[in-house]
């Protein structure tokens, strides 16, 4: 969906752009946004957009700062209809664009019944959380803090797409992606395990690089395969069971002391060798029952996949 910005500068003057995919805003020239006040750092902030219609403000470490509706943002911030955008003394308001509105033949009915049509698919969910963010967010700059998590943001999601997958939704410090593809559901476990270490590997290099953070960062992922509702809403995510069971997963493996749980319908279609002795069954919030669940270390992960994982690489094993 394509959304328009409405921008109030403090000149008074007031400009209408329609959303391109990224947008720069600060005080330089070669911004797409353009904002030339001594509150506004040189590079400010980014407006980029993900998948079929998510627009995300993302602050890229101003001095300042970027606000969304009268609140800093320290992560990047999926955008509402409506929100209001406040750099300096500028505010941008972002509204979605109304498109396809329905003939006025079609009834109340049917109008509900068109709204509501969503494709229930197979789909793999991966949803990874930087584990100690809120204590390492205490410790950090808020300056530092954003820049960081800009930067985490846009390598996250190129780890995603490189391995076949789509990014759902940035929540904070967790990400949500997800495969809904009909290939093999092997290759499609390789692919999410693949980005699973990627964005692990993304999450530690961003630590070494900020010396102010006194401890290595790492994520905690879980990891489901299940049918789901798609193309929800306008931003097309997909919702159901199987989803919220990724998040639950992602949760357990903390209390698990583990870097990856998988639930039955996802482990069961990799090699045995890589899961057998592994499994267990654990209480899930929500769940009635136990649920069968294989819990991995990074290292468990890696030979799955016939690679070697230490503490700075992942090297491909030869054939």
């Not at 069961?268 to 919030?285: D, Y």
């Not at 819990?295 to 090297?315: K, R």
Request: proline fraction near 2%.
């Amino acid at each position: 969906m394509d959304a328009l910005l409405l921008i109030k500068l403090s000149s008074g003057k007031n400009l209408e752009m329609v959303a391109e995919p990224i947008m720069t805003v600060g005080r330089d020239k070669n911004n797409t946004i353009v904002i030339d006040e001594k509150l506004v750092s040189r590079n400010h902030g980014m407006i980029r957009r993900l998948g079929e219609g998510d627009y995300y403000l993302i602050d890229v470490g101003s001095s300042n700062g970027s606000f969304v509706n009268g609140r800093r943002i320290a992560t990047p911030q999926l955008l509402k209809d409506g929100d209001e955008i406040k750099i300096g003394q500028t505010t941008i308001v972002f509204q979605l664009e109304r498109s396809g509105e329905l003939p006025d033949s079609v009834d109340a009915s049917e109008r509900t019944m068109l709204a509501t049509v969503t494709d229930i698919k197979l789909i793999t969910i991966l949803v990874a959380d930087i584990r100690g963010y809120t204590a390492m967010s205490e410790q950090v700059p808020i300056a530092t803090l954003t820049k960081m998590m800009a930067q985490w943001f846009r390598s996250v999601n190129d780890d995603i797409e490189m391995n076949d997958g789509m990014v759902d939704k940035f929540i904070g410090d967790c990400v949500y992606a997800r495969w809904d593809g009909e290939g093999e559901l092997v290759d499609t476990m390789h692919s999410a395990l693949n980005a699973a270490l990627a964005i692990n590997a993304t999450t530690k290099k961003m630590s070494n690089n900020h010396p102010e953070i006194n401890r290595e960062l790492s994520i905690g992922v879980g990891i489901n395969t299940g049918h789901a509702a798609v193309g929800i809403g306008t931003d097309n995510t997909a919702l159901g069971d199987a989803v919220n069971l990724a998040f639950r997963l992602e949760t357990a493996s903390k209390v698990l002391n583990r870097n990856v749980v998988m639930s039955k319908t996802a482990y069961s279609c990799l090699p045995e060798a890589g899961w057998q002795g592994k499994e267990r069954s654990i209480e899930v919030k929500g769940k009635r029952g136990e649920v069968e669940v294989c819990a991995l270390t990074w290292q468990e992960v890696g030979q799955v996949l016939g690679v070697d994982v230490d503490d700075e690489t992942i090297t491909r094993r030869a054939e």
